[in-house]
């Protein structure tokens, strides 16, 4: 199985921020100041212009309109997108100073992707950034930073983040003590009731009829065979069995008595309520979804745009092999194993089974989205463009270490926002902030 596809955690950025994901418009170094501009912060060697800020919040704005959001007063969305342009900045300029680099290859597949993306050719991506004043080789210049801050924050983030044994085990009592509200039982009882009032020598007298018939199963009569006899509940009938009921549905006392119980196992303890005694035996038991998992198994082909194959033409190419399948002149496998340009396809595309968020977002979204044997359109992801099949899908139960790294998963993402809070906060503190007022 190949790791390429795995998910890189992309930060959860706010509305303002999500304006700038797009890599059409990435704004690493500030294009010169033209007439009229100024410039409005300095932050460490880069410069924040006017102009910059106003089509950040232009692009706000659109985004707000089309997600029908609202937004602050115009004088606090103007200071947020200043802040947003400026903590953006701070993460460069340290991502430039970190030694990391991001490689032609790289950079050419992130362009390539981005006209796929955008539904252009190359050509036209050229001619839409000329449209907009922006010089080719500076675009590709903040995509590359934008690559490169990226990875830096994703990587110092993580190391960040800590996930105790302690912190595994809590979380994992609070998915079972959830999951047990949603538990189904089949319980048999046996009752022998005890009438509201009753002397403590009728009690007596009732505990001991309700030990004999305990006695009775522990000696290993059928217990269904001694509910018909000596059980005073409307079940009785039925050998004493309630039936299938989801915990809620359950007195508490019964729950608790039976959770830890094997099915078929009897109760090793009469239980005393307001009705009487109960001896109760575990039929059957559905556990709830704590810890099962939605698994999809799928294949897929890769092509990497290159500066041999454009990503357009990667579409093309999936979109013929997609056509030489269904009409039966190829296979799926055997295309995967001559064209794709993962480790994956040597396996004949087959990626194994995998859960939920084990592939990036656009890939898992299509084939979540697929039937079994279904074939996608091509997808465009940052790997690449791939052709989808899925091939089977199945709910399977958790075994403890799987259950504690899926622990260890949700914990690491649920405390990745407050690390990269902590970590731009620092980054802030030891950069070089000077603002500049709006010229007379």
Same mark, same amino acid.
Do not use: C
């Given at each position: 199985?190949?790791?390429?596809?795995?998910?890189?955690?992309?930060?959860?950025?706010?509305?303002?921020?999500?304006?700038?994901?797009?890599?059409?418009?990435?704004?690493?170094?500030?294009?010169?100041?033209?007439?009229?501009?100024?410039?409005?912060?300095?932050?460490?060697?880069?410069?924040?212009?006017?102009?910059?800020?106003?089509?950040?919040?232009?692009?706000?704005?659109?985004?707000?309109?089309?997600?029908?959001?609202?937004?602050?007063?115009?004088?606090?969305?103007?200071?947020?997108?200043?802040?947003?342009?400026?903590?953006?900045?701070?993460?460069?300029?340290?991502?430039?100073?970190?030694?990391?680099?991001?490689?032609?290859?790289?950079?050419?597949?992130?362009?390539?992707?981005?006209?796929?993306?955008?539904?252009?050719?190359?050509?036209?991506?050229?001619?839409?950034?000329?449209?907009?004043?922006?010089?080719?080789?500076?675009?590709?210049?903040?995509?590359?930073?934008?690559?490169?801050?990226?990875?830096?924050?994703?990587?110092?983030?993580?190391?960040?983040?800590?996930?105790?044994?302690?912190?595994?085990?809590?979380?994992?009592?609070?998915?079972?003590?959830?999951?047990?509200?949603?538990?189904?039982?089949?319980?048999?009882?046996?009752?022998?009731?005890?009438?509201?009032?009753?002397?403590?020598?009728?009690?007596?007298?009732?505990?001991?009829?309700?030990?004999?018939?305990?006695?009775?199963?522990?000696?290993?009569?059928? @217990?269904?065979?001694? $509910? &018909?006899?000596? #059980? *005073? /509940?409307?079940?009785? !009938?039925? =050998? +004493?069995?309630? %039936?299938?009921?989801?915990?809620?549905?359950?007195?508490?006392?019964?729950?608790?008595?039976?959770?830890?119980?094997?099915?078929?196992?009897?109760?090793?303890?009469?239980?005393?309520?307001?009705?009487?005694?109960?001896?109760?035996?575990?039929?059957?038991?559905?556990?709830?979804?704590?810890?099962?998992?939605?698994?999809?198994?799928?294949?897929?082909?890769?092509?990497?745009?290159?500066?041999?194959?454009?990503?357009?033409?990667?579409?093309?190419?999936?979109?013929?092999?997609?056509?030489?399948?269904?009409?039966?002149?190829?296979? @799926?496998?055997?295309? $995967? &194993?001559?064209? #794709? *340009? /993962?480790?994956?396809? !040597?396996? =004949? +595309?087959?990626? %194994?089974?995998?859960?939920?968020?084990?592939?990036?977002?656009?890939?898992?979204?299509?084939?979540?989205?697929?039937?079994?044997?279904?074939?996608?359109?091509?997808?465009?992801?940052?790997?690449?463009?791939?052709?989808?099949?899925?091939?089977?899908?199945?709910?399977?139960?958790?075994?403890?270490?799987?259950?504690?790294?899926?622990?260890?998963?949700?914990?690491?993402?649920?405390?990745?926002?407050?690390?990269?809070?902590?970590?731009?906060?620092?980054?802030?503190?030891?950069?070089?902030?000077?603002?500049?007022?709006?010229?007379?």
């Amino acid at each position: 199985m190949t790791d390429a596809l795995f998910v890189l955690r992309p930060v959860l950025l706010a509305l303002l921020l999500s304006a700038a994901a797009p890599l059409l418009h990435a704004q690493g170094k500030a294009a010169p100041l033209r007439n009229g501009d100024y410039i409005v912060a300095i932050v460490n060697q880069e410069l924040v212009t006017a102009s910059e800020v106003q089509t950040r919040i232009s692009r706000v704005r659109a985004d707000a309109a089309r997600q029908r959001a609202t937004l602050p007063p115009d004088d606090q969305l103007y200071r947020d997108v200043l802040d947003a342009l400026i903590d953006e900045r701070v993460q460069l300029t340290h991502a430039r100073d970190s030694g990391q680099r991001v490689d032609d290859v790289d950079l050419d597949r992130a362009v390539g992707n981005v006209a796929v993306q955008n539904q252009i050719t190359m050509a036209q991506l050229r001619e839409r950034l000329r449209k907009e004043g922006i010089d080719y080789a500076r675009f590709r210049t903040n995509v590359r930073d934008q690559l490169l801050t990226e990875r830096v924050r994703e990587r110092e983030v993580q190391a960040r983040i800590r996930v105790t044994d302690a912190d595994v085990d809590a979380y994992l009592d609070k998915r079972r003590e959830a999951a047990s509200a949603v538990a189904e039982y089949n319980i048999a009882q046996i009752l022998v009731t005890v009438p509201e009032g009753a002397s403590a020598a009728d009690t007596a007298r009732r505990r001991e009829r309700a030990e004999a018939a305990q006695k009775r199963v522990q000696a290993g009569e059928a @217990f269904e065979a001694v $509910a &018909r006899e000596l #059980s *005073e /509940d409307s079940n009785r !009938a039925a =050998g +004493g069995v309630i %039936g299938m009921r989801t915990a809620e549905r359950l007195p508490d006392v019964f729950v608790s008595t039976v959770r830890s119980l094997k099915t078929g196992e009897v109760a090793p303890e009469l239980l005393r309520t307001g009705a009487g005694f109960h001896l109760l035996k575990l039929v059957d038991k559905r556990e709830g979804e704590a810890f099962r998992m939605q698994q999809t198994r799928a294949r897929h082909i890769l092509l990497r745009p290159s500066a041999q194959l454009s990503a357009e033409a990667a579409q093309k190419r999936l979109a013929g092999f997609k056509q030489q399948i269904e009409s039966g002149k190829a296979s @799926f496998d055997q295309l $995967a &194993r001559d064209n #794709s *340009e /993962d480790g994956s396809a !040597a396996l =004949g +595309g087959d990626l %194994g089974w995998a859960g939920a968020g084990t592939f990036v977002p656009e890939f898992e979204e299509t084939m979540n989205r697929l039937a079994i044997n279904g074939i996608s359109e091509p997808v465009v992801s940052r790997f690449g463009v791939h052709l989808i099949q899925v091939t089977d899908r199945r709910a399977v139960s958790l075994d403890l270490k799987q259950q504690r790294e899926q622990a260890r998963n949700v914990l690491r993402e649920q405390k990745f926002d407050d690390a990269y809070t902590e970590w731009l906060r620092e980054l802030r503190a030891r950069a070089y902030v000077e603002m500049r007022e709006a010229p007379l």
